[in-house]
C-alpha cells in the first residue's frame, strides 16, 4: 500500500469523524470553506458534538502533516500535496425539492485545481446513481486538463453517520466502498479498512454504491409513511396507532415502525435524489412521490390536531400560549438540518397561536439564521408562564425532567406527543 497523504474536503457531521479516524494513521488535511468552522475546531472543539474534543485534541497538528495527524485549513494550497481526496459536503435539496449539487460541483472545481496525475478523489456525499462520473468528474477534468481513469481515478464509498449515535461511530459502521477500476476499488476498499472495524461491501460499480445509498433512506421513508397514514386512518377511527402497533408487534415478522415527523439530512431528502433521476430517464415512480407526500402532510396534521383538541377543551386560538419542546431533528443531538418540527412550529403561528421553542441541544442562533424561529435552550424559563397547549415534539433525554403541572394550566393545557415518549395518562393525543 502506497504512502497516503490524505485530504477530507468538507469537515461536518461526516467529513470530521472520517479526518479524525484517518489521522490516527495517516497524515491529513481537513478543508473546509466555513472559516468559523474551521477556526473553531482548530481550539479543539466540534460543536456538533460527533467528536468529542479529547478526541480531536488528541489528533491536530500545526501545519501539514508528515507522518500522521490532522492539519485544519481553508487555505487550498495546502491539499496540493495530497494523493487522495475524500469530498464529504452536503447534497441539501433546494425549494422545489430538486437535488441540488452546488456544493458538489464546488468541490469539484476546488479539487480540478490541486488534483495531480495517478490521485485518487472518493465522493462520500449522497447523490442519485450517476452522478459522481456524469456531473462531478467531468468537472474536475475540464478544470484540472487531465483525463480520468487515465490520468486520475475515483471511487464512491456513502457515508452512513447517524448523528448523535454514541453506539455506531464511524469505526463501527460496515461501509459500501467501489472504484473506477478493480484495482482502484480494491485499493479504496483496503484504505478504509484500515480504519473500519466491521469491514467492507465492495461494490461492482460506482452506480451501484450510489443507488445503495439512496434506496437505503428510500425503504426507511416509505416504511415510515406507511406508519404515518396508518395514524391519520386511525385517528379518523379513534383508535389509537401505538396501541395498533404493539399489538401487530406480538407477531414474529411484523416489523415495528412509529409514526413521526421524517426530517433530516437522509431520510427526507434522499428519496428526492432517486425520483429526479427516475424522471430524468422517463419514469415517474408513483410510489417513493406518494411516501413523501405523506411524510410532508405531517406537521400540518399534528398543528391541525393540536389545534382542534385545544378547541375542544375551550381555548380560545388566537394567542394561545403553545410550547413545543424540542427543534433538532432528532433526540440528543444538535442536528437541525430539515427538521420538520420548524413546519408544526409555523402551522401553528398561522392559526394565530403564541409558540415558544425550548430545545436544550440546537443553538438559538442557528436555528434563527435558518429557519427565522427564536428558540430558547435553559430550561428553567420553561416555567415563566402557563401554557394551553405543550406538544412534544423530540425526544431529548432531558425532557424527562420536566415537570408538566408545573408549565400547565391543569388538566385544560392540550399535551400532544409526537414521539410517544410521555407517560400515556398525561397526553391528550399522539401519533
Not at 263 to 273: F, K, Q
Request: aromatic share 10%; with cysteine; hydrophobic share 40%.
Amino acid at each position: 500500500m502506497k504512502n497516503y497523504n490524505i485530504t477530507i474536503i468538507g469537515l461536518g457531521y461526516v467529513g470530521l469523524p472520517l479526518a479524525v479516524e484517518f489521522a490516527k494513521k495517516y497524515p491529513v488535511t481537513g478543508f473546509d470553506i466555513d472559516a468559523i468552522r474551521v477556526d473553531e475546531l482548530n481550539k479543539g472543539h466540534d460543536d456538533t458534538l460527533e467528536v468529542e474534543d479529547e478526541k480531536l485534541q488528541s489528533v491536530l497538528v500545526q501545519g501539514t502533516p508528515k507522518n500522521k495527524g490532522l492539519y485544519l485549513t481553508t487555505d487550498i494550497t495546502d491539499i496540493k500535496a495530497s494523493n487522495i481526496y475524500f469530498v464529504t459536503v452536503p447534497t441539501p435539496i433546494d425549494e422545489y425539492k430538486r437535488p441540488d449539487l452546488t456544493p458538489l460541483i464546488k468541490a469539484s472545481e476546488t479539487l480540478g485545481k490541486v488534483i495531480g496525475k495517478g490521485d485518487i478523489v472518493v465522493y462520500e456525499s449522497t447523490v442519485y446513481p450517476g452522478a459522481t462520473e456524469e456531473d462531478c468528474l467531468p468537472v474536475i477534468e475540464k478544470v484540472s486538463g487531465l483525463t480520468f481513469n487515465k490520468d486520475f481515478y475515483a471511487g464512491y464509498s456513502p457515508e452512513r453517520i447517524n448523528p448523535g449515535d454514541k453506539d455506531r461511530p464511524l469505526v463501527k459502521i460496515k461501509k459500501v466502498t467501489s472504484g473506477s477500476t478493480p484495482k482502484v476499488a480494491d485499493e479504496i476498499d483496503a484504505l478504509y479498512n484500515t480504519i473500519l472495524l466491521n469491514g467492507t461491501h465492495k461494490a461492482s460499480s460506482i452506480k451501484v454504491a450510489e443507488a445503495s445509498k439512496v434506496i437505503e433512506n428510500a425503504q426507511r421513508d416509505l416504511n415510515i409513511s406507511f406508519v404515518n397514514e396508518l395514524a391519520l386512518i386511525f385517528d379518523r377511527m379513534g383508535i389509537d396507532t401505538s396501541d395498533v402497533i404493539d399489538a401487530a408487534g406480538s407477531k414474529w415478522n411484523f416489523i415495528k415502525y412509529k409514526p413521526g415527523l421524517v426530517g433530516g439530512h437522509c431520510i427526507g431528502v434522499d428519496p428526492y435524489y432517486l425520483a429526479f433521476k427516475a424522471e430524468a430517464l422517463g419514469y415517474y415512480p408513483q410510489v417513493i412521490r406518494s411516501g413523501r407526500r405523506v411524510n410532508d402532510y405531517m406537521p400540518h396534521f399534528v398543528a391541525d390536531k393540536v389545534v382542534k383538541l385545544m378547541i375542544q377543551k375551550g381555548h380560545k386560538i388566537l394567542n394561545s400560549n403553545v410550547l413545543v419542546l424540542g427543534i433538532t431533528f432528532k433526540e440528543n443531538c444538535p442536528d437541525i438540518r430539515n427538521t420538520k418540527v420548524v413546519d408544526v412550529v409555523h402551522e401553528l403561528a398561522a392559526f394565530g397561536c403564541k409558540v415558544d421553542v425550548h430545545d436544550p441541544w440546537a443553538d438559538p442562533e442557528e436555528v434563527m439564521d435558518e429557519y427565522g424561529v427564536q428558540t430558547f435552550q435553559d430550561g428553567s424559563r420553561l416555567y415563566d408562564k402557563k401554557y394551553d397547549a405543550v406538544v412534544l415534539a423530540v425526544a431529548h433525554r432531558q425532557f424527562t425532567g420536566i415537570d408538566f403541572p408545573k408549565l400547565t394550566n391543569g388538566s385544560n393545557t392540550v399535551i400532544f406527543d409526537i414521539k410517544g415518549f410521555l407517560d400515556q395518562n398525561i397526553v391528550d393525543g399522539r401519533l
